[in-house]
């Protein structure tokens, strides 16, 4: 400070408070000359500097300051002086002392009692410190010690080198003596880990075979290499591929990332402007159109119904002679074939497009009526969802449904105006176009049975970014214990209380995905809906996640129902399956009939997210052998792939044994009680014998190649 500020020594003890409040106040002011104190100040602290007074009032400033907490510092000293005493000892001298050297003594002493708080510090070494100990003594243990470690390192040298474990040599020899005495004591007892080790020095010495000898000395220098090689090779790997795709590429070495997706957004600002601007045109146009201002005609007709509180005309009358009006107003009719038979009178509004959506379900006297008011047609549908059916009209008296009189229009030329747009008409299949992109599964599983049984696999599906995401995809939940009770109520009651318990806890977890329940029946689907309803009277939370689902609340449907809907997660109620008896009945109501299969897929296509199947039975309890129904066969390999994730399901072939050989073999384990078959698979292979379970014939326990 001395030197820095050219201060004289009495001048660190000299009273320059208000000399410093003086400088503040006038040292920057033009007027400054004029002020007495000022010339008092400045000729003081001349004579406290050795040289000239300094020119700058900020350095006059600077060095008043330093005066002032000079003199707070030696004071704070002062009034810590016993203190300082106490701790230091004979290294405290005053504000003479060697700060660098108290400095480095407060830090090793906050260090120890840092470590002692954090159990970090050994304690047999803190032990070791509070006592006196003989230092000779201490002295002599030390070399002891330390030719000890010596000759133990040297013996583990001997022991390595013997066998060629240059991989251990570095990390067993920095562990700690008993983590050494373990490994050792394993090496004689379990040779299993040194077999671990001549593989490595087998993989070691291939990798400096094939000049990767600075790799194999990562695999020996690092720790970690047994859990990030693989990881480093692959990003060294990829990133060589990548370098080679620009070398061979020159527009990849171009490409700029920022301004890629800087035309990106521009061109999607530039589309959503384009779209906003059509609708702002028709709109525009559909205002203009508008009738107005007529006292009489078509206009006048409306009007007159509008003013009256009775006995209104009918809806196709009032169409017979105001619909140029009406469709004027509101050019765009959303209406049922049957509803447009029933209010839209023969020579009544006439459409430039008629578009019919899931056509699968309309008959085609049934949209007759709606193609002959149109200039073109459109039909929207799929011929492996849902035909045309009858299912509600075969109902019983008591409001139950009668499932073994459920009828689908299968005996008809041809069930729907799809199918008779599909092969009817000319030019058909010119103007046809497969929808090919599924759009609504986010998780490949979710798709994969239909895609195989019903769409050849020509679905185009995204895949899933994650390799197993969390609450994504497909699931299956197998509960044994519940019953289905067959020839009484024909539901399983215990199934239904799970799922509403199940659906309850999904809306408290995850409050944000939206969720529907299909059942296989409609005794199954009213004993969900009972359930809920106990449910809802106890938990509030029911109620409230309809409120923030206004599109898409939570439903309760049967597969004849559920087509056209969609929701996040869906969970299936499958109903039928094991009774009270321990019998596993073949039918599964509406999925037995003709067709059933596709009733089936509408029912396992409905998830966006997660689908959750819940059942009794496991796909080997469906006995495929005894019927011929192609919907049984669909579920048995839809649970088969929701249990395990194969689609193949393995599976009588019929065909004979391919050799002699396989002849004695199925006809000597026969001989033993086994039940056989020859030739068991699918998608193309085959096993040579299968062996099935005595307990279930129609899961395989044991697969013979021959």
């Known amino acids: 400070?001395?030197?820095?500020?050219?201060?004289?020594?009495?001048?660190?003890?000299?009273?320059?408070?208000?000399?410093?409040?003086?400088?503040?106040?006038?040292?920057?002011?033009?007027?400054?000359?004029f002020v007495m104190d000022y010339w008092k100040t400045r000729k003081k602290l001349n004579g406290l500097f050795q040289g000239k007074l300094p020119k700058l009032n900020m350095e006059r400033l600077d060095s008043v300051k330093a005066i002032l907490e000079s003199q707070s510092k030696q004071r704070e000293i002062k009034q810590n002086q016993e203190l300082c005493q106490k701790y230091f000892g004979a290294q405290w001298h005053d504000e003479t002392s060697e700060w660098d050297s108290l400095a480095r003594v407060l830090t090793a002493v906050l260090n120890l009692h840092r470590e002692v708080v954090e159990n970090k510090f050994p304690k047999e070494l803190l032990k070791f410190l509070e006592t006196q100990y003989d230092r000779d003594r201490l002295k002599s243990h030390a070399i002891r010690l330390a030719s000890a470690s010596k000759l133990a390192e040297e013996n583990l040298t001997a022991v390595l080198a013997f066998l060629k474990a240059q991989k251990n040599l570095k990390l067993l020899s920095i562990a700690p003596f008993s983590q050494q005495l373990e490994r050792l004591d394993t090496w004689l007892s379990d040779f299993s880990p040194l077999e671990d080790l001549i593989s490595f020095n087998h993989l070691l010495a291939e990798a400096n075979s094939q000049e990767l000898t600075d790799i194999a000395q990562i695999a020996i220098d690092w720790p970690q290499a047994g859990d990030k090689l693989l990881e480093v090779f692959e990003r060294t790997w990829y990133s060589g591929v990548l370098r080679e795709a620009c070398e061979k590429r020159p527009e990849l070495v171009m490409f700029d990332r920022q301004s890629h997706e800087a035309s990106v957004d521009a061109f999607r600002q530039l589309d959503h402007l384009m779209l906003e601007h059509n609708q702002t045109k028709i709109l525009l146009k559909h205002w203009q159109g508008v009738p107005r201002g007529q006292a009489g005609g078509s206009l006048g007709v409306l009007q007159r119904e509008f003013e009256k509180r009775s006995r209104h005309r009918t809806i196709r009358n009032i169409m017979a002679?105001?619909?140029?009006?009406?469709?004027?107003?509101?050019?765009?009719?959303?209406?049922?074939?049957?509803?447009?038979?029933m209010y839209l009178p023969p020579n009544g509004p006439k459409f430039d497009l008629v578009i019919f959506d899931e056509a699968s379900q309309v008959k085609p006297e049934d949209a007759f009526c709606a193609i002959i008011r149109g200039n073109q047609s459109i039909v929207v549908g799929d011929s492996k969802q849902m035909p045309p059916t009858s299912f509600f009209d075969k109902m019983m008296q008591d409001g139950e449904e009668q499932e073994d009189e459920v009828e689908v229009n299968v005996t008809r030329d041809i069930e729907s105006i799809l199918g008779m747009m599909s092969s009817k008409l000319p030019l058909a299949s010119s103007r046809r176009r497969d929808l090919r992109w599924h759009y609504r599964s986010r998780h490949e599983s979710l798709i994969a049975t239909s895609n195989r049984l019903?769409?050849?696999?020509?679905?185009?599906?995204?895949?899933?970014?994650?390799?197993?995401?969390e609450g994504m995809g497909l699931k299956f939940n197998f509960h044994p214990e519940t019953i289905y009770d067959r020839g009484g109520a024909r539901k399983n009651q215990a199934e239904a209380q799970i799922i509403a318990n199940a659906v309850l806890r999904h809306i408290?977890?995850?409050?944000?995905?939206?969720?529907?329940?299909?059942a296989f029946s409609l005794p199954q689907q009213e004993a969900i809906q009972d359930e809920l309803e106990l449910l809802r009277t106890q938990s509030p939370a029911l109620n409230e996640f309809d409120r923030h689902h206004p599109t898409e609340p939570l439903f309760i449907k049967n597969l004849e129902t559920v087509q056209g809907d969609e929701r996040d997660v869906i969970y299936i109620s499958l109903g039928y399956g094991r009774d009270k008896d321990n019998i596993v009945s073949m039918n599964f109501g509406p999925v037995n009939k003709t067709g059933g299969e596709r009733r089936l897929n509408v029912l396992i296509t409905r998830a966006r997210v997660r689908c959750e199947v819940f059942s009794n039975i496991r796909s080997?309890?469906?006995?495929?052998?005894?019927?011929?129904?192609?919907?049984?066969?669909?579920?048995?390999?839809?649970?088969?792939?929701?249990?395990?994730?194969?689609?193949?399901?393995?599976?009588?072939?019929?065909?004979?044994?391919?050799?002699?050989?396989?002849?004695?073999?199925?006809?000597?384990?026969?001989?033993?009680?086994h039940q056989v078959e020859p030739q068991v698979g699918s998608a193309g292979f085959f096993l040579d014998i299968g062996v099935c379970d005595p307990a279930n014939p129609e899961q395989f326990i044991l697969g013979i190649e021959c």
Do not use: C
């Not at 019903?454 to 995401?469: A, N, S």
């Not at 409050?511 to 329940?517: D, F, K, L, Q, R």
């Open 1 to 33: 400070k001395l030197h820095e500020h050219k201060l004289k020594p009495e001048a660190w003890n000299a009273e320059v408070k208000t000399d410093r409040e003086i400088l503040e106040k006038y040292g920057e002011k033009y007027w400054r000359f």
């Open 620 to 673: 080997s309890d469906l006995r495929v052998t005894e019927t011929q129904s192609a919907g049984v066969h669909a579920l048995k390999t839809f649970i088969h792939f929701a249990e395990i994730g194969e689609l193949d399901v393995p599976a009588l072939t019929g065909r004979e044994p391919m050799s002699p050989f396989e002849e004695a073999v199925i006809e000597q384990l026969r001989k033993h009680g």
């Open 454 to 469: 019903f769409y050849r696999e020509r679905l185009v599906v995204f895949p899933t970014p994650e390799r197993k995401p």
């Open 321 to 341: 002679e105001a619909g140029e009006a009406i469709q004027a107003i509101k050019p765009v009719f959303m209406m049922s074939p049957i509803s447009i038979a």
């Open 508 to 518: 408290q977890v995850n409050p944000a995905a939206s969720i529907g329940v299909v």
